[in-house]
């Protein structure tokens, strides 16, 4: 970045309806893991994991990735999804 930007103003906080739609996600990534994970699981335990069990493996993976990469959101900012 341009070294005359204020280190201030390159993020935001999300406020309102971006905050929600951050922490909806949130919840969102955290039940698709689960999800996917006790699904993996009983089909691996089973011995009948197939190609729709992978699909679904390759989009959870994704998802958080595309949270991460897609929001501007460093790392160090505080979200607060309980008012």
Same mark, same amino acid.
């Given at each position: ?10 993020? =935001?906080?999300? $406020? %309102? /309806? ?8 949130? +919840? &969102?990534?955290?039940?698709? =893991?689960?999800? $996917? %994970? /006790? ?8 011995? +009948? &994991? ?34």
């Amino acid at each position: 970045m341009d070294s005359t930007v204020d280190p201030n103003a390159r993020f =935001i906080t999300p $406020t %309102g /309806l971006p905050l929600a739609i951050v922490c909806v996600s949130l +919840v &969102l990534v955290f039940f698709s =893991i689960l999800t $996917t %994970g /006790l699904r993996t699981y009983s089909r691996l335990r089973d011995a +009948v &994991l197939g190609l729709d069990d992978g699909l679904a493996i390759a989009g959870t993976v994704r998802f958080p990735q595309h949270l991460l990469w897609s929001n501007s959101i460093p790392p160090t900012a505080k979200l607060i999804c309980v008012p």
